[in-house]
């Protein structure tokens, strides 16, 4: 948190509102990591499955953050289409102790960047390689060679291994789509 | 700057809708806004309301714009704004049904629901139940249980208004919550009681036993809630009714109680529930009309008009009783009310006697203009049954109906008026000349197309008859000239039945025929054609056939016979006498139809278009293999219980009768959950003479479900042999069940039999009743070319003639006619005449002579066009 103050301190820009896109398949952590950013009083001890979508704010020192979290379950996938229009970011959560379903991760990526909403923003998109405290679970390096994303060459992305549980990994992500979506900003300024 | 002065100009305007002009295309267009990244709250509102404006104003969105706007709706979950949030809610509720995908804001609301700020949660769950479906009730079922225990009494409310809906959709989601809504029922709140006791009634409702114990426990516990008391004496009182005991029991102690409820709603209620029961006694009655009649002198408006409606009602059934509140009605006649007044005097008029009719009249008449139509339409029912009950007084009211029907009203209103005209002529003939001479009157400046021609051909059908019938055909021919085409024709129609009917007229109906000749439009053309070429020939049988009589086959039917006719593409001539006929409907049910709206304040819809027994069921046969070739079905019987009605297995059967076949169908319901039956057969013995052609055993007979077993028999070529008595075991194989899955246990089953009631085939199952309009014309022209037959008969078990009336009707299946079926009082002979149809297109027209002496003697004429027939009629009496 520290380096934000001294980013926002810095470069003295006012606090923008921004929305970002939490999604994923289901069970990757998207609410928990939600719910990591969220001021102690709001934070909820037990997360359920998401239905639909959930709208949460929050706040770092230079950006104010919605994000909709969206639902994973497979029914609900196509409906996160609605909201790709009007949002700032993308963060992808997925589970990296999940090997067998890397696949259909990779199905959903390529549908996201094919989409019209997407394909021709330049829009950030940050990768949490989650549950890295898990055994089995398989490293960021490998989850991006699985899922190709040194071919995606028309945006800014990132991919950091997080525990949404501790914490781990998560500012680090944060901070990386904080700095791109504030240069988009100064930039279509 | 314009713009500025103009919308300060249409502030000044003021009063006017704001949301006017608003149109469709702009709000959507407008609520784009809800996408931007800032919400602006105040501006986001305001363009909901519209949308919801707009909505409710009937405007019709499609899947894909409501899917549009729903999804942009979910984007302003990230406000914080109180107001808007709630906006959203209305948005997501009126959306709901449109929109697709609605349920991405489950978990949102879910949030809102089970959240901090108490203004989003009761509103959050009506809307989480309007988008939830079955599959995801389960997801929110753990939210909707706390909530309706929850202490907020709004939102347990909610979520037990919103049980009540869903259970529309999952009852036995809703089965589940049984528990929370019992402990809801202790609630303090009134509202909170009154829902949790709806879901409970609704949850149990199936089970009397259940809701029996219910309302036993609660009666006992003396609820808070007035409203939840009233639901209570509702369920009571309709326990009542459908239990066999008498009215001793601590159900109707508990109503009679709640008259002495400190609370009117409660008393009123209770009062309402013992009037309108259908097994009261005049001594129950009493505490509840001395309460009614309380209320009647209550300064609250709403109570005094409750308590004549509800007495006005009761007058119907038991206007002893309504006479000791004679002096109380008396006084609230003259209430500024005018609803009020109008009930007041129409109950008079039930309960009066004659002498006070002339006054009451006069009292109606002061401020008949004054009140709405439904009222009027009140007032004139009340007269009519005035009419009926009081005959002498017919001139008053004939009177006081032809000023009303010269005044403003709508069409359901003079609809009425002409009803009752109508029905004073039919029942009074004293009346009819007056009253024909009103509405002759009426037609001359009517707007009401339907009436006009109703009233054109009922002056068809009764003027001929009268003393001159003359002076009617200067009104008819008067419509002629002046009216629409609809009403033309008619009026040509009824000038031909004065043509028909009256001889010396018919020359000069000819002239005027031949003028409508010229007319403009082709179905008048087409009928005074028609007419004056028939009239031409002078030949009474043709008068009868063609223009007298109107057209005896089912329409539909008809339409149906047409259609499969040009099909088919046949070379033969189309024949008519393979339409099936109408049947002529029973006095009950017209009884029936009458008296339920017989002065009561309910608009009633539509007339539902009326289906003929035999249309509904050819439909269903006509699926059968073996039962379409048999030709059309010329008569369905009513249906005949060959078991008790609480028995294992419950048999009913419908004889249906073809041309040379008689089609029975046994409609089986197992009652036993443990047992699935299988093969079930039902083996007849029939009488001497039939031939079982073919049966078609049902297959499977699972507990609760109706199956049906069809047997084809050919009618014996003997006619006399066609009545008899067919002896029917039911046959089946039984398999034990499991009483919950309804899955046999074992493969195995074994034979059983179960013995049904002999089925009696009688001589009304091949009469299908035809109404003739001129008896007397056809009787004469039956005199050659039909057989007679003659005989007389002692009915020495009859009584009365009323009852030897009704007994041959019944028996004989044929159709009264020229009311005939009505004995005038005091008459010791009387003639009955009938008319009918024998399977196979054979006319009968029977005349009875009855006279009364020690029993009734009766002289039985039969003419039909088969010797058989007639034969068959009259050794079938003896």
């Known amino acids: 948190m520290g380096l934000f103050k001294t980013l926002a301190v810095f470069l003295r820009i006012k606090k923008k509102e921004v929305n970002v896109l939490v999604i994923g398949l289901n069970n990757s952590g998207k609410s928990t990591i939600i719910n990591h950013f969220k001021d102690e009083e709001d934070k909820q001890s037990e997360i359920v499955p998401t239905v639909g979508f959930n709208v949460e704010k929050f706040q770092n020192q230079s950006l104010s953050f919605t994000a909709f979290d969206m639902s994973g379950h497979g029914r609900y996938r196509d409906l996160w289409e609605h909201y790709y229009k009007d949002c700032h970011g993308i963060v992808f959560v997925i589970d990296s102790s999940d090997k067998l379903r890397l696949v259909v991760v990779k199905d959903e990526l390529d549908l996201l960047l094919q989409h019209p909403d997407i394909c021709n923003r330049k829009i950030p998109i940050l990768f949490f390689a989650n549950k890295m405290d898990c055994k089995e679970s398989l490293s960021s390096v490998k989850i991006a060679a699985g899922l190709g994303l040194d071919k995606i060459m028309d945006k800014p992305w990132n991919i950091s291994a997080s525990n949404a549980l501790t914490g781990d990994g998560l500012n680090e992500g944060v901070e990386w789509l904080t700095q791109q979506i504030r240069d988009t900003i100064v930039n279509r300024n | 700057m314009s713009s500025f002065k103009r919308d300060k100009k249409e502030e000044e305007d003021g009063g006017g809708n704001p949301f006017q002009n608003i149109e469709k295309t702009t709000v959507l267009q407008e609520a784009r806004i809800f996408n931007e990244n800032i919400i602006n709250a105040k501006k986001c509102t305001h363009i909901l309301t519209k949308i919801l404006y707009l909505l409710n104003q009937g405007e019709q969105l499609g899947a894909k714009e409501a899917t549009e706007v729903f999804f942009a709706m979910t984007k302003l979950f990230q406000s914080k704004d109180v107001i808007l949030r709630r906006m959203v809610y209305l948005g997501i509720k009126e959306l709901s049904s449109i929109a697709d995908d609605v349920i991405i804001v489950t978990s949102s609301l879910t949030k809102d629901m089970t959240g901090k700020e108490d203004l989003y949660r009761a509103a959050a769950i009506r809307a989480l139940c309007s988008i939830t479906d079955v599959t995801m009730l389960q997801t929110i079922e753990r939210y909707m249980k706390q909530a309706i225990v929850d202490k907020n009494p709004a939102v347990s409310s909610a979520a037990l208004v919103s049980s009540l809906h869903m259970s529309k959709i ?14 809801a029922v202790n609630s303090d709140n009134i509202m909170v009681q009154y829902h949790a006791l709806g ?25 808070k809630s007035h409203y939840a008391i009233c639901m209570l004496i509702r369920i009571a009182s309709k326990l009542l009714e459908e239990e066999e005991t008498s009215n001793d029991s601590a ?14 709603m409660v008393i009123y209620e209770a009062a309402h529930a013992i009037v309108n029961s259908r097994r009261t006694t005049s001594r129950e009655l009493g505490p509840a009309i001395s309460v009614l009649q309380l209320f009647c002198g209550s300064p609250k408006p709403t109570l005094r008009f409750a308590a004549v409606r509800t007495l006005n009602q009761v007058a119907i059934n038991h206007p002893a009783a309504v006479t000791a509140c004679n002096l109380d009605l008396e006084n609230l006649i003259t209430d500024s009310n005018r609803s009020i007044a109008t009930l007041a005097i129409t109950t008079l008029l039930k309960t009066g006697a004659e002498s006070s009719v002339d006054r009451l ?72 000349e007056t009253g024909l001479a009103h509405l002759c009157e009426f037609i001359e400046d009517c707007e009401h197309t339907s009436l006009a021609v109703r009233i054109l051909h009922l002056l068809g059908k009764e003027g001929p008859r009268t003393k001159q019938p003359s002076r009617y055909i200067r009104f008819i021919y008067n419509r002629v000239i002046l ?32 003028r409508c000749q010229m007319d403009t439009d082709d179905e008048v053309r087409d009928r005074a054609t028609y007419y004056s070429s028939i009239l031409r020939q002078q030949d009474k049988s043709l008068y009868n056939n063609y223009i007298l009589e109107p057209l005896q086959v089912s329409i539909p039917s008809l339409e149906r016979c047409l259609k499969d006719y040009i099909q088919s593409k046949s070379d033969e001539a189309f024949n008519i006498k393979s339409v099936p006929v109408v049947a002529a409907p029973t006095e009950e049910e017209k009884q029936i139809s009458n008296q339920k709206t017989e002065g009561m304040l309910i608009s009633t819809g539509p007339p539902r278009p009326v289906v003929s027994r035999e249309e509904n069921y050819t439909e269903k046969l006509s699926a059968i293999p073996g039962i379409q070739q048999l030709g059309p079905l010329f008569k369905s019987s009513e249906i005949v219980e060959l078991t008790e009605s609480e028995t294992e297995y419950v048999v009913c059967c419908i004889k249906h009768c073809f041309t040379r076949h008689l089609v029975l169908q046994f409609d089986c319901i197992n009652t036993l959950n443990d047992q699935l039956l299988e093969n079930v057969r039902i083996q007849l013995d029939p009488s001497e003479g039939y031939q079982i052609v073919k049966d078609i055993p049902c297959q499977k007979l699972p507990y609760n479900e109706m199956g049906t077993v069809y047997i084809i028999l050919q009618f014996p070529d003997d006619l006399p042999n066609t009545v008899g008595t067919f002896g029917a075991v039911m046959k089946f194989v039984v398999k034990d069940c499991d009483p919950n899955t309804g899955l046999p246990d074992t493969d195995e089953g074994y034979d059983d039999e179960y013995m049904l009631e002999d089925l009696e085939v009688v001589l009304g199952d091949q009469i299908q009743r035809v109404t003739k309009m001129n008896w007397a014309a056809s009787w004469d022209e039956s005199a050659n070319g039909f057989v007679e037959m003659e005989d007389t008969y002692s009915l020495s078990s009859m009584n009365t003639l009323e009852e030897a ?71 079938a009496v003896g």
């Not at chain 2, 008459?827 to 029993?855: E, Q």
């Open chain 2, 199 to 223: 879901v409970l009634y609704h949850i149990r409702k199936s089970d009397r036993l259940a809701v029996t114990k219910l309302v036993a426990k609660l009666t006992r516990m003396s609820l």
């Open chain 2, 361 to 432: 009249m006069k009292q109606i008449a002061t401020f008949v203009s004054e009140i709405s139509d439904e009222f009027k339409v009140v007032v004139v029912q009340a007269i009519r049954a005035l009419a009926l009950k009081f005959p002498r007084k017919h001139s008053v009211l004939m009177n006081f109906l032809s000023a009303m029907l010269r005044d403003e009203g709508g069409l359901e209103y003079k609809a009425s008026i002409a009803d009752t005209i109508i029905t004073i002529i039919e029942d009074n003939a004293d009346a009819k």
């Open chain 2, 251 to 264: 159900l109707f102690s508990f109503i009679e109680s709640c008259l002495r409820h400190k609370s009117e």
């Open chain 2, 483 to 514: 009216e629409n085409p609809t009403v033309r024709a008619a009026a040509v129609s009824a000038m031909a039945q004065f043509g028909a009917l009256c001889p010396d007229l018919s020359e000069n109906i000819q002239v005027l025929l031949a």
């Open chain 2, 170 to 183: 999952a009852s036995d989601v809703i089965k589940r919550w049984v528990n929370e809504a019992q402990e």
């Open chain 2, 805 to 875: 009336v009704k007994n041959i009707i019944q028996f004989l299946g044929l159709q009264p006619a020229e009311r005939t079926d009505k004995v005038p009082e005091g008459k010791t002979t009387h003639t009955l005449l009938l008319a009918g149809l024998f399977r196979g297109g054979h006319d009968i027209l029977v005349r009875s002579k009855l006279a009364l002496a020690d029993g009734v003697t009766m002289q039985l004429t039969v003419r039909s066009t088969d010797a058989d027939i007639a034969e068959l009629i009259t050794s």
